[in-house]
Structure formats: C-alpha cells, structure tokens
C-alpha cells in the first residue's frame, strides 16, 4: 500500500528565511505526487503536481518542490517565506494513471516569526 | 464561480444520533470523495464515488454511509455506529481520467457531544 512520511511535525521560521518541508513515500512505482495547505478551519488548496517530466516543479505563491525518484521524495521549498504562509501543508500521492485515491501525509504545521 | 460548498460549517449532535453532512458541486466533476481530518493524522479517507449510483470505501469506512444520487451530490451520513465522530470533514471532487488536482471543499467541523 502507498504511505506518505512527513517527518516534521511543526517547524517555525522567521520572515524572509528559507523554507523547506520535507516529503518521502513508499509506493511501487512513480506517484502523482501533490501539495496542499490548509489555512485553520479551512479546505485545501493546491499548491503544486508533478506528474511527469521535469522534477523540478513551480507551483502558486512561490513555492517550488524537487522530485527526487532515488530518494522517494518530493520536498517542497520556498526561498523567503512571507508570514502569510503560515499555515498547515499536506504532501500526497495518487496512483499513476488515474489519480483516483490521494493519500495524505500527516501534514507539517509552519509557523513564521517576525 | 464554480466550487463545491459543504454545510453546515459547524454542527452539534448528540451521541447515539445519526447525522447528514451535504457537499454540493458545480465543477461538472466526476468522482467525489469524503476525508476525515484528525489532529496530527492528516486526511483519511471514508468513501470515494467515482460515477452517479456507485461508491467505494475508504480506509475508514465503518459507521459511515454515503448516496450519489445526482452527480453533484454527494451527502455522509454519520451513524450512531461510528465510536469516534467528533472531527472535521472534508469533501472533495475531480474529473475522472484527468490529470488534475482535486478541488475542496471548506470542510464541517461535526462535534458529537
């Protein structure tokens, strides 16, 4: 069965630092693989895919994630983060072909400091 | 705008008491799909539709029903038989066969008291 680890459970940084969360799955093949956040109370939003092709992704609001297949991961980064970016950000990952089931990783929780 | 709205937002029952959670969308979307949201468990999945009159269980599926009736309906039940239903809830639609993100909708936070 596919699984999803995102190892960091909350982590903080200031405004204008780097940022980046990591993401690592287990699965037989190559996923869809997605990012997601979550504002409180909120649903969630796209950040970004990879399907295929360049491993290197662009998504909305800056952000960017590396598919990295020797590694099983798919990190997301985001060179300066803004204090709006706080927020919860979910990894996921769809069998190929169909994307028909997302599972979800158990999120990692950004906090951003002044 | 097209999206999908699930309501109430919040909403209070009582143990032993079945309750309906609606989600509605306009996307013209194919599957629709029920997650659960737990503090530090991510989304779990409860029940997944992929066309009208046909549904698959999740991982979670016990204590919960669900009807597709229409294809922008897709409405949860959450029994009595469910032993934990306190959580917020998360519906979600995409088109079958393309290669797109699903859409969310903003979630009912169900408190079973």
């Known amino acids: 069965a596919q699984s999803v680890t995102q190892p960091d459970i909350h982590i903080t940084v200031s405004e204008g630092a780097s940022l980046e969360l990591r993401c690592n799955y287990s699965?037989?093949?190559?996923?869809?693989l997605f990012w997601y956040v979550q504002s409180p109370g909120q649903g969630l939003q796209l950040l970004l895919k990879?399907?295929?092709?360049?491993?290197l992704v662009q998504g909305i609001k800056g952000f960017e994630a590396e598919f990295k297949r020797s590694q099983s991961s798919f990190n997301l980064r985001k060179p300066s983060v803004h204090w709006s970016d706080a927020a919860e950000y979910f990894c996921?990952?769809?069998?190929?072909?169909?994307?028909?089931?997302?599972?979800f990783g158990t999120g990692t929780r950004l906090q951003v400091t002044l | 705008d097209g999206g999908i709205t699930q309501s109430p937002k919040y909403l209070f029952r009582k143990e032993g008491q079945n309750v309906t959670l609606s989600c509605e969308q306009n996307?013209?979307?194919?599957?629709m799909y029920w997650y659960r949201q737990d503090p530090g468990q991510g989304l779990r999945l409860i029940y997944y539709?992929?066309?009208?009159?046909?549904?698959q269980k999740g991982d979670i599926a016990e204590g919960y029903s669900v009807s597709r009736e229409k294809k922008e309906s897709f409405p949860l039940t959450v029994t009595s038989a469910q032993k934990n239903p306190t959580a917020f809830y998360l519906c979600?639609?995409?088109?079958?066969?393309?290669?797109?993100?699903?859409?969310f909708g903003s979630g009912t936070r169900l408190t079973v008291v």
């Open positions: 979600a639609s995409r088109w079958v066969g393309q290669n797109y993100g699903y859409t």
């Open positions: 699965y037989g093949a190559t996923p869809y």
């Open positions: 990879y399907f295929s092709g360049d491993t």
């Open positions: 996921a990952v769809a069998p190929t072909g169909t994307a028909s089931k997302l599972t």
């Open positions: 996307l013209n979307h194919d599957a």
């Open positions: 539709s992929q066309i009208v009159n046909d549904f």
